[in-house]
C-alpha cells in the first residue's frame, strides 16, 4: 500500500483550493474524484455557474436550448481549466475513481476499469459535497417525470409544465428561470410561508413579482402521490383540510434540500463520527473525530455555499501553516444570496429577527424605484433596507432585493466587517450611474426616528 501524504476525497472548491496550495508548498497530494464530468466540483460542473449562466440567458430571451448549449461549452472549458490546474502540477496526481475508507487512515478507490487502489494518508481531507434529497413521497422516487436541479438544466426541449417540489434556493431560482425560458412552473412547499427568514414586506413583493412572471404557489400542501395520466405527471396534494387537489405536469423537479455525500465513503471502517442526517461531525478547525482528517465544504453539514467550502480551505490553511487563529465560529458575517429577478440578497439580521432579539435599530430603506440606475436598467422592483445599531452606528444587517444586490450586498459585509459607521457609506463619493450610489440616499434619514 502507497503511503500519500495528504490525500483530498472530492475534487470540491476547498479540496482543489487547497491540493494547489499543499503543492506549491513542496507537499505530495492524491486527488480522487470519481467522475470526469465533476473535475473542479459541484459549483462549476452542475451548480452555481451552469444555473447562473441559464438564468442571465433566460433574462436576455435566449432559447432554452440554445441556453444549454451555450451552458454546456462553458462547462467543459471550466472542467478542463480546473482538471489543468491540479494536474500542472508536479507534486498532483488526480486519480479518476470512488474512494471509500477501509481503516481510520487508509482508503480504496474503485477507479472506472476496475482495478481497486489502496493508499494510506498521512492526512486525509474529505470534500466530497451533497446530494439531491428526495422526499418519500408515493410515486416520486421512481416517476419517469422526476427532475434533479442537474436533469432539469440538461433537457432536450423546455418543460411546458413545470411543478417544483420546494421553494428553496432551488426552488426559486429554478422557477424564476423557467419562467422566463417560457414554461408555466407551480411552486410545491410543505411550510405555510416562502422565505420564512426574511421581513413580510420583502416576502411578499418577491411573491407578488413571481406571480406576475407567472409562477403559481401552493404552500402549506402535503404532497400525498405521483402518477401518470395520458403522458403527464398526476401531482395529488391536501393543503391543510383532507380535500385533495391534483395537477398535471410534464416534469416534476425535486428541489427539496441537498444531503452531504458520505453513503459512498464506507465511514463505518473508521471512527469518523457522522449526525444524524449523515453529515461528518467535525469540530472549530474541521477536524473529525480520527486526528488527522477533516472535513471541507457541503459534506460536513451546516450552509451549503461555494464560499463556505472556500473558507474552510483557508482555516484549514491557518491550521496547517499559519498563525492557526482561523476557527469556524468567527465566520460571523456570512451574506447569501437568491439570483432571481432581481435579486436578492441579505446579511446579518432582519427587521424580524431584531425585534424578536429585542434589539433596537435603526431602520433605512428605500425603495428601487427611487434609484436613477434601476430605470436604467428597465427594472424598479425591489428595495433596501439596511439596520443600524443606534448607540453604535455600526450595520447589523440588511436585505438588498434589487437588481446587482449579489455585488453591492459585498459593500455592506465590508463595512460590517471593518466596523465602518454607516455614514461611511452615506458620504462616499461613487460612480454614477450605479446602484450602488443608492448609498448616498438610503442613509440620510432613518424611517423609524
Ligand atoms: C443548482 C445549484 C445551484 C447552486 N448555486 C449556488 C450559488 O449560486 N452560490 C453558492 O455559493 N452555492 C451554490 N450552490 C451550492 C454549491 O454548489 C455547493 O455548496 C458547493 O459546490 C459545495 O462544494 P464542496 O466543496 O462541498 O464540494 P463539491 O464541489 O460538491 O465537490 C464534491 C466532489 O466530490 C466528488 N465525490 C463524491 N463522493 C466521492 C467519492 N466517494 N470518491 C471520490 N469523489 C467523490 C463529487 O463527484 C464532486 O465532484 C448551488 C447548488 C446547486 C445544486
Ligand atoms: N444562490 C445560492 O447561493 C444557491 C442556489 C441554489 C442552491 N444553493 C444551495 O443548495 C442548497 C440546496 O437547495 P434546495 O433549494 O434544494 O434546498 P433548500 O433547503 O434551500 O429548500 C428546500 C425547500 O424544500 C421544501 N421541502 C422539503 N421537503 C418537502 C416536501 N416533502 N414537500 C414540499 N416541500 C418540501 C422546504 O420547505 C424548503 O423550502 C441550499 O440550501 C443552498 O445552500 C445555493
Same mark, same amino acid.
Given at each position: 500500500?502507497?503511503?500519500?501524504?495528504?490525500?483530498?476525497?472530492?475534487?470540491?472548491?476547498?479540496?482543489?483550493?487547497?491540493?494547489?496550495?499543499?503543492?506549491?508548498?513542496?507537499?505530495?497530494?492524491?486527488?480522487?474524484?470519481?467522475?470526469?464530468?465533476?473535475?473542479?466540483?459541484?459549483?462549476?460542473?452542475?451548480?452555481?455557474?451552469?444555473?447562473?449562466?441559464?438564468?442571465?440567458?433566460?433574462?436576455?430571451?435566449?432559447?432554452?436550448?440554445? +441556453?444549454?448549449?451555450?451552458?454546456?461549452?462553458?462547462?467543459?472549458?471550466?472542467?478542463?481549466?480546473?482538471?489543468?490546474?491540479?494536474?500542472?502540477?508536479?507534486?498532483?496526481?488526480? %486519480?479518476?475513481?470512488?474512494?471509500?475508507?477501509?481503516?481510520?487512515?487508509?482508503?480504496?478507490?474503485?477507479?472506472?476499469?476496475? !482495478?481497486?487502489?489502496?493508499?494510506?494518508?498521512?492526512?486525509?481531507?474529505?470534500?466530497?459535497?451533497?446530494?439531491?434529497?428526495?422526499?418519500?413521497?408515493?410515486?416520486?422516487?421512481?416517476?419517469?417525470?422526476?427532475?434533479?436541479?442537474?436533469? +432539469?438544466?440538461?433537457?432536450? !426541449?423546455?418543460?411546458?409544465?413545470?411543478?417544483?417540489?420546494?421553494?428553496?434556493?432551488?426552488?426559486?431560482?429554478?422557477?424564476?428561470?423557467?419562467?422566463?425560458?417560457?414554461?408555466?412552473?407551480?411552486?410545491?412547499?410543505?411550510?405555510?410561508? %416562502?422565505?420564512?427568514?426574511?421581513?413580510?414586506?420583502?416576502?411578499?413583493?418577491?411573491?407578488?413579482?413571481?406571480?406576475?412572471?407567472?409562477?403559481?404557489?401552493?404552500?402549506?400542501?402535503?404532497?400525498?402521490?405521483?402518477?401518470?395520466?395520458?403522458?403527464?405527471?398526476?401531482?395529488?396534494?391536501?393543503?391543510?383540510?383532507?380535500?385533495?387537489?391534483?395537477?398535471?405536469?410534464?416534469?416534476?423537479?425535486?428541489?427539496?434540500?441537498?444531503?452531504?455525500?458520505?453513503?459512498?465513503?464506507?465511514?463505518?471502517?473508521?471512527?469518523?463520527?457522522?449526525?444524524?442526517?449523515?453529515?461528518?461531525?467535525?469540530?472549530?478547525?474541521?477536524?473529525?473525530?480520527?486526528?488527522?482528517?477533516? +472535513?471541507?465544504?457541503?459534506?460536513?453539514?451546516?450552509?451549503?455555499?461555494?464560499?463556505?467550502?472556500?473558507?474552510?480551505?483557508?482555516?484549514?490553511?491557518?491550521? %496547517?501553516?499559519?498563525?492557526?487563529?482561523?476557527?469556524?465560529?468567527?465566520?460571523?458575517?456570512?451574506?447569501?444570496?437568491?439570483?432571481?429577478?432581481?435579486?436578492?440578497?441579505?446579511?446579518?439580521?432582519?427587521?424580524?429577527?431584531?425585534?424578536?432579539?429585542?434589539?433596537?435599530?435603526?431602520?433605512?430603506?428605500?425603495?428601487?424605484?427611487?434609484?436613477?440606475?434601476?430605470?436604467?436598467? !428597465?427594472?424598479?422592483?425591489?428595495?433596501?433596507?439596511? %439596520?443600524?445599531?443606534?448607540?453604535?452606528?455600526?450595520?447589523?444587517?440588511?436585505?438588498?432585493?434589487?437588481?446587482?444586490?449579489?455585488?453591492?450586498?459585498?459593500?455592506?459585509?465590508?463595512?460590517?466587517?471593518?466596523?465602518?459607521?454607516?455614514?461611511?457609506?452615506?458620504?462616499?463619493?461613487?460612480?454614477?450611474?450605479?446602484?450602488?450610489?443608492?448609498?448616498?440616499?438610503?442613509?440620510?434619514?432613518?424611517?423609524?426616528?
Amino acid at each position: 500500500m502507497e503511503t500519500i501524504k495528504n490525500i483530498i476525497i472530492g475534487f470540491g472548491k476547498g479540496g482543489k483550493t487547497l491540493a494547489k496550495f499543499l503543492a506549491q508548498h513542496g507537499e505530495q497530494v492524491l486527488v480522487v474524484e470519481k467522475s470526469k464530468q465533476m473535475y473542479g466540483g459541484t459549483c462549476i460542473n452542475i451548480a452555481c455557474l451552469p444555473s447562473k449562466r441559464l438564468i442571465i440567458e433566460a433574462a436576455h430571451g435566449t432559447s432554452f436550448e440554445d +441556453a444549454v448549449d451555450g451552458k454546456n461549452v462553458m462547462t467543459a472549458q471550466l472542467r478542463q481549466k480546473n482538471y489543468q490546474m491540479l494536474a500542472s502540477e508536479d507534486n498532483i496526481t488526480v %486519480l479518476d475513481g470512488t474512494a471509500h475508507f477501509t481503516g481510520n487512515h487508509t482508503i480504496n478507490v474503485q477507479t472506472p476499469d476496475g !482495478k481497486e487502489l489502496a493508499y494510506k494518508g498521512e492526512r486525509i481531507f474529505i470534500n466530497t459535497g451533497a446530494t439531491p434529497t428526495i422526499p418519500d413521497i408515493s410515486g416520486l422516487k421512481n416517476s419517469p417525470f422526476l427532475l434533479n436541479s442537474t436533469d +432539469a438544466m440538461n433537457q432536450d !426541449k423546455l418543460p411546458r409544465e413545470l411543478v417544483i417540489i420546494g421553494g428553496g434556493y432551488i426552488g426559486l431560482e429554478f422557477a424564476n428561470m423557467f419562467a422566463s425560458f417560457g414554461s408555466r412552473v407551480t411552486i410545491l412547499d410543505h411550510h405555510k410561508s %416562502l422565505l420564512p427568514r426574511e421581513d413580510d414586506d420583502v416576502a411578499e413583493m418577491v411573491i407578488q413579482n413571481f406571480k406576475d412572471n407567472g409562477v403559481k404557489f401552493e404552500v402549506g400542501v402535503n404532497i400525498k402521490d405521483i402518477s401518470e395520466q395520458d403522458e403527464q405527471a398526476a401531482i395529488t396534494f391536501t393543503r391543510g383540510d383532507n380535500h385533495e387537489i391534483t395537477i398535471f405536469a410534464d416534469k416534476i423537479l425535486a428541489a427539496t434540500g441537498r444531503q452531504p455525500e458520505t453513503a459512498s465513503l464506507d465511514l463505518q471502517n473508521t471512527d469518523i463520527k457522522v449526525d444524524k442526517k449523515g453529515a461528518i461531525v467535525v469540530n472549530d478547525l474541521l477536524q473529525t473525530t480520527v486526528p488527522n482528517v477533516w +472535513a471541507i465544504g457541503d459534506v460536513k453539514g451546516g450552509p451549503q455555499f461555494t464560499y463556505i467550502s472556500l473558507d474552510d480551505f483557508r482555516i484549514i490553511k491557518d491550521e %496547517l501553516f499559519g498563525n492557526k487563529e482561523r476557527r469556524v465560529s468567527d465566520r460571523l458575517i456570512v451574506p447569501t444570496n437568491v439570483f432571481i429577478e432581481p435579486s436578492l440578497a441579505q446579511v446579518g439580521l432582519t427587521e424580524k429577527e431584531a425585534k424578536k432579539q429585542g434589539k433596537d435599530y435603526l431602520l433605512f430603506k428605500m425603495p428601487a424605484a427611487a434609484i436613477p440606475k434601476a430605470k436604467v436598467l !428597465k427594472d424598479t422592483r425591489g428595495l433596501l433596507k439596511v %439596520l443600524v445599531d443606534p448607540q453604535t452606528n455600526l450595520i447589523i444587517g440588511a436585505t438588498l432585493y434589487i437588481q446587482e444586490a449579489q455585488e453591492i450586498i459585498n459593500m455592506i459585509v465590508l463595512a460590517m466587517r471593518a466596523k465602518l459607521p454607516y455614514q461611511m457609506l452615506r458620504d462616499q463619493i461613487y460612480t454614477h450611474p450605479t446602484i450602488s450610489e443608492a448609498f448616498n440616499d438610503l442613509f440620510k434619514n432613518p424611517v423609524n426616528n
